[in-house]
C-alpha cells in the first residue's frame, strides 16, 4: 500500500510538473512563432542570441545554490528550522551574486556584440541584464518548492512566470518595441514574479539569518561542483548557436532557433519527469531504498522512450507541413527541417535518459556530472569548428552549417549517454537493466532508415507513410521487450487511481 501511494504521489507530481512544462514551452514556442513571423530570420536570431546569453548567466548567479537547496530541502524535509535558513542564505547569496552579474555585464556587452557582429546585440544584452538578480530569486523560490515536493505550487509559479514573458512579449510587440520590446518582457517577467513571492513565502518559510554562514557554506560546498557541471553543460548545449553566431550569419541563428523549439519540444516530457526523480532519488539514497531507486530509474526511462519515440516519428513525417502552418509565408524558416530531423534522430538515446540526469547530484556525487561535462565540451566545441564552417554533402544533405552544428551536438550527446550508463552502473549498489532501451534505439533508427528509403523509392503519401509506419512501430515493440503489457496496464491503472 505504501509503494502504491508512494507511485501515485510520483505520478501526481509528475503531473503538476507536465502541466507547467507544457505552459512554458507553449510560451516559448509562441514568442518565436511570434517573432519568426512578425520579424524575420534575422530578427529571430538576435533575439535567440540574446536569450542563450541570458540562459548562461542566469544559470552562473546561482552557482549551483538552487540545485543544492532542492537535494538538502528533500532531506530535511521535517526540519523547518534547518529548511528556512537554507533557502534564506540562497536568498540573500543570490541576490547579490545577481546584481554583481548585472554590472559586469553591462560593462562587458560592447565586447560581446564586436565577436557576434549582431547590430545592437550589446543595448540587448544590457536591458536582459537588468533582470538577472530577480531571475536568482526566482530560481530558489521555485528550487525550495521543488525540494519540499509542493508541486502544485510549483507549478503555479512556474506557469505564472513563463506565461506573464509572453503576455508582456505581445503587449510591447504590439506597442511597436521590437525586438528591445521582447527582450524588456524578460525584465518586467521576474521582477512581477518576485513581488508575488515577497507577498505569500510566509506561507511556506520564515526568513532568518541565525545560521547563515553555516548553511552558505553547505549550500555552496555542494552547489560549486554542481555549478560547475551546470554552467558547463548549459554552455555545451549553447555551443553550436554562439559558433553559428560566430560563423554564419544572425538569420541563420534565427533559423537554428527553430530547430532547437523542436528540440525543446521533444525533451519536455524527460525533464518534467526529471524535476520529480531528482530529490525522490535524493530521499531514497538517504534513507538506502535502492530497490525504489532501481524501479524508478527503469519505469522513467522505458515511459520517456515510448513518448520520445512518438514524438521523433511525427517530426520526422509532418516536420515541413508544421512549419508551413506555423510560420506561413516564411521559405526561410523551411531550411530547418533537415536541422531539425538530424537534431531530434540523434538526441533519441541520450534524451531518453534525462529523466534520471540529476542521479549524481541525487546520491550525492556531483563531480561525476562535472566530470561529463568537461569531457562534453572538447567534443562539442571541436565538431562544432569542424563542421560549421566546412561543405561537406552526403546524398545532396548538407552537413555543415547548421547542420553541422546539429550533428556535433548530437554526436556528444550519443558518447555522453554511454558515460552516464557506466558510471549508474559503477555507483548504485543495485542493478539497472538498460536492455530495454538499447533495442527500443536500434529498434526506432532501423524503422526512420526504412521510413526514409520508402519515402525516396516509392510513390507513396509520405503523411499516408506516416501513420501506418507509427502504427508499426508501436505495435512491434512489445514482442521485443522494449516494454511490458503489464508496465502499460500498471501506468493506465495509476494514472486512473
Known amino acids: 500500500m505504501v509503494a502504491q501511494e508512494t507511485a501515485r504521489k510520483f505520478t501526481f507530481d509528475v503531473g503538476w510538473v507536465f502541466v507547467s512544462s507544457v505552459v512554458a514551452m507553449g510560451a516559448g514556442l509562441l514568442i518565436r512563432i511570434l517573432l519568426g513571423n512578425y520579424f524575420d530570420a534575422s530578427g529571430l536570431g538576435a533575439y535567440a542570441m540574446v536569450l542563450t546569453i541570458w540562459g548562461i548567466v ?10 543544492a537547496l532542492i537535494k538538502y530541502v528533500a532531506e530535511c524535509a521535517d526540519d523547518k528550522d534547518t529548511r528556512d535558513s537554507l533557502v534564506s542564505a540562497s536568498i540573500l547569496n543570490g541576490f547579490i551574486m545577481g546584481l554583481a552579474a548585472t554590472i559586469l555585464f553591462i560593462i562587458a556587452a560592447p565586447w560581446l556584440e564586436s565577436i557576434f557582429n549582431i547590430p545592437d546585440l550589446a543595448n540587448l544584452l544590457r536591458i536582459a541584464s537588468l533582470s538577472f538578480p530577480f531571475v536568482t530569486l526566482n530560481n530558489v523560490f521555485v528550487s525550495y518548492l521543488n525540494g519540499v ?105 534565427g533559423v537554428y ?3 532547437l523549439m523542436f528540440f525543446n519540444l521533444l525533451i519536455m516530457v524527460p525533464l ?7 530529490p525522490a532519488i535524493s530521499e531514497y539514497f538517504s534513507k538506502q531504498r535502492f530497490q525504489s531507486i532501481k524501479i524508478m530509474v527503469e519505469s ?21 507541413d508544421i512549419i508551413s502552418i506555423i510560420f506561413p509565408g516564411k521559405a526561410t524558416f523551411i531550411s530547418a527541417v533537415d536541422t531539425i530531423i538530424i537534431l531530434v534522430m540523434m538526441t533519441i538515446f541520450y534524451a531518453s535518459l534525462i529523466p534520471i540526469g540529476s542521479i549524481f547530484s541525487s546520491i550525492g556525487k556531483p563531480d561525476i556530472s562535472m566530470i561529463l561535462s568537461i569531457v562534453r565540451f ?32 548530437g554526436l ?16 548504485i549498489p543495485i542493478t539497472i537493466q538498460f536492455k530495454s532501451l538499447y533495442i527500443g534505439t536500434i529498434t526506432l533508427f532501423c524503422t526512420i532508415l526504412f521510413a526514409y528509403a520508402s519515402i525516396t523509392y516509392l510513390p507513396i503519401s509520405s503523411n499516408l507513410l506516416g501513420g501506418i509506419i507509427i502504427l508499426i512501430f508501436f505495435v512491434g515493440i512489445f514482442p521485443l521487450g522494449v516494454i511490458s503489457r503489464k508496465e502499460i496496464d500498471d501506468f493506465i491503472c495509476m494514472l486512473k487511481k
Open 58 to 67: 542566469t544559470l552562473t548567479t546561482g552557482a549551483g545554490a538552487p540545485g
Open 149 to 253: 515536493r509542493r508541486m502544485k505550487w510549483y507549478a503555479a509559479f512556474e506557469i505564472y512566470r513563463k506565461g506573464i514573458v509572453l503576455v508582456f512579449t505581445m503587449i510591447l510587440v504590439w506597442l511597436g518595441m521590437g525586438i528591445p520590446g521582447a527582450v524588456w518582457a524578460l525584465v518586467i517577467a521576474p521582477v512581477s514574479v518576485t513581488a508575488a513571492q515577497l507577498v505569500i513565502h510566509k506561507r511556506l518559510f520564515s526568513y532568518t539569518l541565525a545560521r547563515y554562514k553555516e548553511c552558505t557554506k553547505k549550500l555552496f560546498g555542494f552547489g560549486s561542483k554542481l555549478f560547475a557541471a551546470n554552467i558547463i553543460g548549459q554552455i555545451n548545449t549553447q555551443a553550436a548557436t554562439l559558433l553559428i553566431g560566430f560563423y554564419l550569419l544572425d538569420s541563420d541563428v
Open 257 to 259: 532557433a527553430v530547430a
Open 272 to 278: 518534467s519527469i526529471q524535476r520529480i526523480t531528482y
Open 300 to 320: 522513467t526511462m522505458k515511459y520517456s522512450f515510448l513518448y520520445l519515440s512518438l514524438m521523433c516519428l511525427l517530426i520526422f513525417f509532418y516536420v515541413d
Open 378 to 409: 572538447p567534443i562539442t566545441v571541436l565538431l562544432s569548428i569542424i563542421l560549421i564552417p566546412s561543405n561537406i554533402q552526403f546524398h545532396g544533405i548538407q552537413l555543415n552549417g547548421i547542420n553541422g552544428a546539429a550533428i556535433a551536438f
Open 412 to 427: 556528444t550527446e550519443i558518447i555522453s549517454a554511454f558515460f552516464v550508463i557506466i558510471f549508474i552502473k559503477k555507483l
